[in-house]
């Protein structure tokens, strides 16, 4: 049986992952959007660019 102190370590280290994942998650979901945003930019130009080209 493991110490107390080993308990109470290991306990603190799995936190820190679980507090890691969610902050990377969430900077993941954060980056997906400002991608997305972007793409639609990018969408609208070649729109508009081929709007020209048809003038």
Do not use: W
């Not at 990377?24 to 945003?37: F, G, R, T, V």
């Amino acid at each position: 049986m493991q110490p107390v102190t080993e308990d109470v370590k290991e306990h603190g280290e799995f936190a820190l992952k679980d507090e890691a994942l969610t902050k990377a998650k969430a900077e993941i979901s954060c980056q997906l959007k400002e991608y997305q945003d972007l793409l639609n930019i990018r969408l609208a130009l070649d729109i508009e660019i081929f709007t020209y080209r048809k003038l």
